[in-house]
Antibody
Framework: EVQLVESGGGLVQPGRSLKLSCAAS????????MAWVRQAPKKGLEWVAT????????YYRDSVKGRFTISRDNAKSTLYLQMDSLRSEDTATYYC??????????WGQGVMVTVSS | DIQMTQSPSLLSASVGDRVTINCKAS??????LNWYQQKLGEAPKLLIY???NLQTGIPSRFSGSGSGTDYTLTISSLQPEDFGTYFC?????????FGGGTKLELK
C-alpha cells in the first residue's frame, strides 16, 4: 500500500525557517517524481514544487522561488521541503504527492505550517 | 498560470441522486484533467485521471467527460460515502492548477 507521511510542521515566526519531510513507503521511491502542494486556510490548492525521480531537476512556483528548496534522499525514501524566509502567506497545510502515471496519484494527509509572530 | 473555475462550490444532494460538477479552464488543457475527493483530515483521493479514466479501485458510478476547456465529473447514484469535497486539477502545463472545490453535502 502506498503511504506518504508528512512531518515537521508547526508555528514559526516570519522570516524564520522550517523543514518538512515526507516519508514514503509501499513503492519504489526512486522511480517517481515527487511534489509539494499546499492549501491555505479557506483557500484553494497550490502546486508548490516538483523534483525529478533522481533529484537532478527541480521546479518551483514563482512565489516561493529563491526561498524554498525541494530535495530528496532516495536511500531513505524521503522527500523534503526546506522553507526559508517564511511569510504569513505561506501559512497552509502542505501535502506531498507522488507524480506517478497518472500525475498526482497519491497524496499524504498533510502537515500544517503556521507563520505568525 | 491556467485558471480553473469549478462549479458549483456547494452542492446539496440525497443518496441515489445523480450529480455533476464542472470545471472550466482558462485555456485548452488537452484533457489533462484529474478529479479528486477529499474528506476532512484525509489525503485527497484520485478518482478520475486524464478526463475519463477511472483510477483503480474507484467505483464505476464515478465518470468524467469533457474536452478543450470544459470538463465534468458525474456521480450516477450518490452513496453515503460520497459526501465530501471534490476538486479538479489540470496538469497540461506547469504549474498544475486546481479548481476551487465543490463541497457535496447531504440534503
Amino acid at each position: 500500500e502506498v503511504q506518504l507521511v508528512e512531518s515537521g510542521g508547526g508555528l514559526v515566526q516570519p522570516g524564520r525557517s522550517l523543514k518538512l519531510s515526507c516519508a514514503a513507503s509501499g513503492f519504489t521511491f526512486s522511480d517517481y517524481n515527487m511534489a509539494w502542494v499546499r492549501q491555505a486556510p479557506k483557500k484553494g490548492l497550490e502546486w508548490v514544487a516538483t523534483i525529478s525521480y533522481d533529484g537532478s531537476s527541480t521546479y518551483y512556483r514563482d512565489s516561493v522561488k529563491g526561498r524554498f528548496t525541494i530535495s530528496r534522499d532516495n536511500a531513505k525514501s524521503t522527500l523534503y521541503l526546506q522553507m526559508d524566509s517564511l511569510r504569513s502567506e505561506d501559512t497552509a497545510t502542505y501535502y506531498c504527492a507522488r507524480e506517478g502515471i497518472p500525475t498526482a496519484d497519491y497524496w499524504g494527509q498533510g502537515v500544517m505550517v503556521t507563520v505568525s509572530s | 498560470d491556467i485558471q480553473m473555475t469549478q462549479s458549483p462550490s456547494l452542492l446539496s444532494a440525497s443518496v441515489g441522486d445523480r450529480v455533476t460538477i464542472n470545471c472550466k479552464a482558462s485555456q485548452n488543457i488537452n484533457k489533462y484533467l484529474n478529479w479528486y475527493q477529499q474528506k476532512l483530515g484525509e489525503a485527497p483521493k484520485l478518482l478520475i485521471y486524464n478526463t475519463n479514466n477511472l483510477q483503480t479501485g474507484i467505483p464505476s458510478r464515478f465518470s468524467g467527460s469533457g474536452s478543450g476547456t470544459d470538463y465534468t465529473l458525474t456521480i450516477s447514484s450518490l452513496q453515503p460515502e460520497d459526501f465530501g469535497t471534490y476538486f479538479c486539477f489540470q496538469h497540461n502545463s506547469w504549474p498544475g492548477t486546481f479548481g476551487g472545490g465543490t463541497k457535496l453535502e447531504l440534503k
